[in-house]
């Protein structure tokens, strides 16, 4: 979905997956028993390798974690200048002329469980660009990007994370 007044090369990413980010990590025990320490989730499927294959098939990493395995390294070693995170959203605030965005919804769906072992990678796809509106933060645009998180073993789709967005702060 797009408004009409949207400039053509933004238009033309509406539906496509215009980012592929395969330099996610390898999900690990450790960062899942981190994680779960940290929020004092004592469930059985992420610490208790046993009773996770009696209830579903093995471990499995907490839910809330499914983005963790595709953020980019904020630092590299020779130098190297770091990726951005959701890169496609900062493609979109670029072709928009909207320096300033802001996170107005967000929605996970699970497909799959990801468990110790897997190598995560994501797909950016931008679904919707809205029509020129004005708000308490300005003019600007609404947008929506889904992250179609997969298995890199079997590319099996683990999940989809779809955010919406408000851009404003340029040339009205």
């Known amino acids: ?19 592929v980010e395969r330099d996610g990590v390898t999900v690990e025990p450790g960062s899942i028993a981190l994680f779960a320490a940290a929020v004092e989730d ?26 963790a395995w595709n953020r980019p390294d904020p630092w590299m070693a020779g130098g190297a200048p770091p990726s951005r995170a959701l890169e496609l959203h900062f493609r979109v605030k670029e072709a928009l002329g909207l320096p300033k965005a802001v996170v107005t919804r967000a929605e996970t769906e699970l497909h799959a469980p990801v468990r110790p072992g897997d190598h995560v990678y994501a797909e950016q796809r931008l679904d919707t660009i809205g029509p020129m509106t004005a708000n308490k933060l300005g003019t600007g645009r609404y947008w929506t990007i889904s992250v179609l998180y997969r298995r890199q073993a079997d590319d099996a789709l683990l999940g989809i994370e779809t955010l919406g967005f408000y851009g404003y702060g340029g040339a009205a």
């Open 42 to 67: 004592g469930n059985p499927l992420y610490r208790d390798t046993a009773e996770a294959a009696a209830l579903a098939g093995g471990p499995m990493a907490p839910p809330a974690l499914l983005s």
């Open 1 to 19: 979905m797009t408004a009409g007044d949207v400039p053509p090369e933004a238009a033309a990413w509406i539906g496509r997956v215009m980012v």
